[in-house]
């Protein structure tokens, strides 16, 4: 019965320590992309956002020498990962310093203790399957504080771009296709604009397609009519 107790207690080790890796002579690289697309449900129910992201990265400018991720929400729900229709792992990682990146992280405020993201890492086991292009896609959920007055006297809630409520390329503009799901009689902000929306009896559609900034990120805001 010992010895069982003592595999059992091996393994959990061995799995936590696969789970959350120390950077020590590890190299990574942000995945970033040119272009992205997100799908996204709102539930007022569950005040939950859930989300697909959608992106491709030339195979040739994956590297096996390096381990790869992004930064999202800290307090995000990731519940599936495929890249070229293969599932990947995710792993986490503690320690981190600018210098762990390749180029050198340009946001090293991202890795403070109090930092309202952290480094969602994918293991890239199946590289060699990917095809020309590696299609990536994302599927998780985030929370959503309740609704407030806000300075309009409406009231809305949403997230502060610097809370990467998506993944965000930090070293160049890009191209973002948004698309959103809500009950009727709420609009979208991005940023300073408004998304278009198209109602059907119990939802609705709205789209926007804005340019995100590495250095001024796009607030989420929901408002209601």
């Known amino acids: 019965m010992r010895r069982t107790i003592m595999f059992f207690a091996l393994l959990l080790l061995a799995s936590l320590l696969a789970a959350q890796e120390s950077p020590a002579a590890l190299s990574f690289k942000l995945l970033e ?31 096996p020498s390096f381990h790869y991720g992004f930064f999202l929400h800290k307090d995000a729900q990731i519940q599936s990962i495929t890249v070229s229709g293969k599932n990947e792992k995710l792993y986490w990682v503690t320690n981190m310093v600018p210098e762990h990146f390749e180029p050198t992280l340009p946001q090293p405020e991202l890795l403070a203790w109090n930092s309202p993201v952290r480094f969602f890492g ?53 191209n973002i296709r948004l698309t959103l799901v809500t009950t009727p009689y709420m609009k979208l902000r991005l940023g300073k604009s408004f998304a278009s929306s198209e109602d059907k009896q119990y939802s609705r559609t709205h789209k926007l397609s804005f340019i995100d900034s590495p250095t001024e990120p796009s607030s989420f805001r929901l408002i209601r009519d």
């Open 33 to 63: 992309a040119n272009e992205y697309e997100l799908d996204m449900f709102y539930s007022t129910e569950l005040r939950r956002l859930y989300m697909q992201l959608d992106f491709e990265i030339p195979k040739s400018q994956l590297d």
């Open 122 to 174: 994918i293991h890239l086991d199946k590289l060699r399957d990917y095809g020309e292009k590696a299609q990536f896609k994302i599927w998780y959920n985030i929370d959503i504080p309740t609704f407030e007055l806000d300075g309009a006297n409406k009231l809305s809630t949403g997230l502060d771009g610097t809370e990467f409520w998506h993944p965000h390329n930090l070293n160049q503009d890009t």
